[in-house]
């Protein structure tokens, strides 16, 4: 190939020498070819090594780019398992909150029910509370009027049962015997005691002591009133009668500083009182 080259430049050196200077052109050109040869050498060497380079970064970066991908795909997986542990507690908290919501929901209705069993209830004793309360202002009207009438006949009764009886007014006293025959002689005779009503009415007249129409002197231990009826109904004060089977304590007092109910006493006869006689 050089050979052939040569003949070229021969060729052209014989062409040129008919035109013009033929001085030092072979040596120039025989290395014009060398250095392009070496040059192309250096441009080869360069280029292959800016291509290592090149593959050297790149095999770097998709080292660099592999090793991050591998850590995001571990990330994204841990990521992802994550979701799914929080995907599974949320499923069963719902679980459990829907259980809970069916529970709530069944305690609302039966509280519901009983609220409207109540409001029932409430409605009903309203209208009773309104019929009753309408049955006590009629009998509180009632009760008014019976009240009045109460006062008005106990008035008319203590007038008349104050009628029947008539008290000693002066400051002489006598005994139980003479006590009753002024009773007689006045048309009636010493008072009978015979209900806790008439106990409380004489009681409330007289200031002192006052023989009543009680004794045991025909028989002794046996207690009559002055028409021989027996004694049913008593008000003895405490401790007495002390005297009931022995001694003379044969009549019996009225003594309201004992007082109002239970305020008999036994005594002698023959002491001094006052007297009650009831016609």
Request: net charge negative; with cysteine; aromatic share 8%.
């Amino acid at each position: 190939m050089k050979s052939g080259r040569y003949n070229v430049n021969s060729e052209n050196r014989d062409t040129e020498g008919t035109t013009g200077p033929q001085t030092q052109l072979p040596q120039d050109e025989g290395k014009a070819p060398m250095c392009r040869g070496r040059r192309c050498l250096v441009l080869m060497t360069v280029c292959l090594g800016l291509i290592c380079v090149l593959l050297l970064v790149f095999i770097t970066l998709q080292h660099i780019t592999i090793t991050a991908e591998r850590d995001l795909l571990k990330s994204y997986k841990n990521t992802v398992e994550e979701f799914n542990h929080t995907i599974i507690s949320l499923q069963d908290n719902y679980t459990d909150l829907m259980i809970d919501k069916d529970q709530l929901q069944d305690i609302f209705n039966f509280v519901s029910q009983k609220k409207l069993e109540l409001e029932t209830r409430v409605n009903d004793l309203s209208a009773e509370k309104s019929q009753l309360q309408g049955s006590f202002d009629s009998l509180s009207q009632k009760k008014m009027e019976l009240e009045s009438k109460v006062t008005f006949l106990s008035g008319e009764l203590n007038k008349k049962a104050s009628e029947r009886f008539f008290f000693s007014t002066s400051s002489e006293k006598k005994s139980w015997s003479e006590s009753r025959q002024f009773c007689r002689d006045h048309g009636g005779d010493l008072a009978i005691i015979n209900t806790e009503e008439k106990q409380k009415h004489i009681s409330s007249f007289v200031k002192e002591s006052v023989w009543i129409g009680l004794s045991d002197t025909e028989n002794e231990g046996n207690m009559k009133w002055v028409d021989n009826s027996p004694l049913n109904r008593v008000f003895w004060d405490s401790g007495e009668p002390n005297s009931f089977h022995g001694s003379n304590e044969d009549c019996v007092e009225l003594d309201p500083a004992r007082g109002s109910v239970n305020n008999w006493n036994d005594l002698s006869c023959s002491d001094t009182r006052k007297w009650v006689c009831e016609t």
